[in-house]
C-alpha cells in the first residue's frame, strides 16, 4: 500500500536531507498511523492530518494513496 508522507519542522531529520521532509512509503495492508510513525522512528507527540484533515486517532486504518502530513506538537510557557 503506497502511502504519500510529509514531515514538517525538525520533523523532517527523520527523513534523507535531499528529501526536503516529503516521501512516499511502501505500508503494509491494514497499517495504521502508529505503524507509520514506528517506521519512521517518530515517538513524541505530533499532530497529524490525513487527506488535508485533522486526524487525532493515531489508530486510525491507512487506505492506499493515502496523503499524511505529520508536524510536531507545539507546547510552551
Not at 498511523?33 to 513524541?44: F, H, N, P, S, Y
Not at 484533515?53 to 496523503?67: F, K, M, N, Q, S
Request: charged content about 30%; glycine content about 8%; hydrophobic content about 40%.
Amino acid at each position: 500500500m503506497e502511502t504519500h508522507l510529509q514531515l514538517y519542522s525538525i520533523l523532517r531529520e527523520k527523513l534523507p536531507s535531499e528529501a526536503k521532509g516529503r516521501a512516499v512509503l511502501q505500508l503494509d495492508e491494514g497499517a495504521t498511523l502508529a505503524d507509520l510513525l514506528d517506521e519512521i522512528g517518530i515517538k513524541r507527540k505530533v499532530v497529524i492530518s490525513v487527506n488535508d484533515v485533522h486526524e487525532p486517532d493515531i489508530y486510525r486504518h491507512l487506505r492506499d494513496g493515502d496523503a499524511v502530513k505529520i508536524f510536531s506538537s507545539v507546547s510552551g510557557g
